[in-house]
């Protein structure tokens, strides 16, 4: 059992990392740090934290076990400032939602300073966004891809991996890279897609809206994830996206081209075979 764990971030994941550290008896005491001690205090009333600080430094003290929940930009930086105050044996993971720059800036650190690292990201979240939407299950059965480089131990592998499984998720492995190009794919490309559709209707077709149905919200539902959160993840991914981008666009203009064309059974044999392939993901 991990003795004290750090959580730095107290927001839906770190939120939610705490909870589910305690529901599962995964520590024996659980430390929240953020910048404000004001919105660290719901996660201390609802005993989700044992402690909440501002201080880094502080936070990490006798820490063995250490999660970074704060925005992907954000982490690089992070990273470098409580690298120094790490306790030699901790174990950090991370929440990113792109790993290929932070395990890279987390790798030159060690080479410097000798601490463990191993990336993660969970395959779970909101498009709501904050410690009020934190739930103590939503790793519950979540996949969380674990992404060591070639320089990490083997041992802190095994001990990401356990921490995980232990709040109630599947585990995979990859490196950082391929990590990055298949989030892009499924998970960042989608969001914009998503973003993308609700503005070409608010451009071209607003008096559509009023009559939007179950259709249109969902395939749209997590366009209002939270902007500031979400600028951070295209940038932060930038090329992976910009790759799949290209990939979306020819799909769409070989489904433009089959419309336009007018052929009935040209038209369906792309659907149907769009949707035998999504039957399968089912």
Known sequence: ??????????GLLGGSVAKAARAQGAAREVVG???DLARLRAAVTDGALDHATTDLAEGLRDADFVVLGAPVRAIEDLLERMWPALPAEAVVTDVGSSKAAIVRKADALARRVPRTFVGSHPMAGSEKSGYDVARADLFSGALVV???????????VKAVTGFWEHLGARVTTLDPEAHDA???????????VACALVDAVVRDAPGAL??????FKDTTRIAAGD????????????EPLRVTIGAFRRALDTLEREIVAGDPAVVEASLRRIKQARERLA
């Open 1 to 10: 059992m991990i003795r004290r764990l750090a959580v730095i971030g107290v």
């Open 33 to 35: 740090i953020g910048r």
């Open 146 to 156: 674990v992404t060591p480089s070639g320089a990490t131990d083997t041992r802190a």
């Open 182 to 192: 298949a989030v892009a794919a499924v998970s960042h490309l989608p969001h914009l």
């Open 210 to 215: 009023p009559i939007a149905a179950r259709g």
């Open 227 to 238: 902007p500031v959160m979400w600028q951070e993840i295209f940038l932060a991914n930038r």
